[in-house]
C-alpha cells in the first residue's frame, strides 16, 4: 500500500529555533498534502493544504509566517516551525492526497507523526 | 466550530465482546466518512469507510453502520481484541472537494480488557 514517511520522527529545541519536518510519499506521486497538528487527548486539526508548485492553503487562525510550508515536488512537502515556542510544542502529522485513489476507500494516507518539544 | 463529533472520549471493553464507536455530524454535505486507529506517537491508519449511498459496509471483524437522517455513524468491532486497544478517529469529507480534505472527531479511546 502507499507510504508516507514523516522525519523527525521525535524533535526538542530551545525556544526559539526553527524546526523543518519533512513529510515524503516514497510510492506515489502527491499533487497535495496535508499538515495537522493534535494537542494532547484531542482530535487532528487541519492546518493547512499543501499544493505542488504552488502556495499552501491555510486554515483559520493558522499563523502562516509561523507555519511555513513548502511542497517543491510531487513527493515532499516540509512544514518549518519559525522562532519556536514552547506553546508550539504539540504532535504534527502530515498526509498525502493520491488522486488516482479518490472516490476509493482511502483518500489519504499518512505519515507517523513529529512529537515537538520546545523548551 | 466542530462538525464531526465523538461524544464519548473512552470505552472499556471485554475480550470478545462487542465495541461500539459513535460518531455525528452537523454538515448534511458531508458525503464520505472513515474510520481511523491511532496508537500513540503513530499517525493514523485507516480501518474502513462508506458513502453516503450506503447505510452498511462490513470488513472482517469491523461494521461500519450510517444513518444519514439522523447524521450518525457507528463503527462496530467484533470481537474485540487486545490489539484493538487503541484511539479510534472518525472523519468525514466531501466528494465534491476534489482535494480531498478531512474533518476528524475528537477521538473514542478503547481499552479492551482481558
Known amino acids: 500500500g502507499a507510504v508516507v514517511s514523516q522525519h523527525p520522527s521525535r524533535v526538542i529545541c530551545k525556544s526559539g529555533t526553527s524546526v523543518k519536518i519533512e513529510c515524503r510519499s516514497l510510492d506515489f506521486q502527491a499533487t497535495t498534502m496535508f499538515w495537522y497538528r493534535q494537542f494532547p487527548k484531542q482530535s487532528l486539526m487541519l492546518m493547512a493544504t499543501s499544493n505542488e508548485g504552488s502556495k499552501a492553503t491555510y486554515e483559520q487562525g493558522v499563523e502562516k509566517d509561523k507555519f511555513l510550508i513548502n511542497h517543491a515536488s510531487l513527493t515532499l512537502s516540509t512544514l518549518t516551525v519559525t522562532s519556536a515556542h514552547p506553546e508550539d510544542s504539540s504532535f504534527y502529522i502530515c498526509?498525502?492526497?493520491?488522486?488516482?485513489?479518490?472516490?476509493?476507500?482511502?483518500?489519504?494516507?499518512f505519515g507517523d507523526g513529529t512529537r515537538l518539544s520546545i523548551l | 466550530d466542530q462538525q464531526v463529533k465523538q461524544n464519548s472520549p473512552s470505552l472499556s471493553v471485554q475480550e470478545g465482546r462487542i465495541s461500539i464507536l459513535n460518531c455525528d455530524y452537523t454538515n448534511s454535505m458531508f458525503d464520505y466518512f472513515l474510520w481511523y486507529k491511532k496508537y500513540p506517537a503513530e499517525g493514523p491508519t485507516f480501518l474502513i469507510s462508506?458513502?453516503?449511498?450506503?447505510d452498511k459496509n462490513e470488513d472482517g471483524r469491523f461494521t461500519v453502520f450510517l444513518n444519514k437522517s439522523a447524521k450518525h455513524l457507528s463503527l462496530h468491532i467484533v470481537p474485540s481484541q487486545p490489539g484493538d486497544s487503541a484511539v479510534y478517529f472518525c472523519?468525514?469529507?466531501?466528494?465534491?472537494?476534489?482535494?480531498?480534505?478531512?474533518?476528524f472527531g475528537a477521538g473514542t479511546q478503547v481499552v479492551v480488557t482481558p
Open positions: 472523519a468525514a469529507s466531501y466528494s465534491t472537494d476534489s482535494w480531498g480534505k478531512l474533518q
Open positions: 462508506i458513502s453516503s449511498i450506503k
Open positions: 498526509s498525502a492526497f493520491q488522486p488516482s485513489n479518490f472516490g476509493s476507500n482511502q483518500p489519504q494516507h
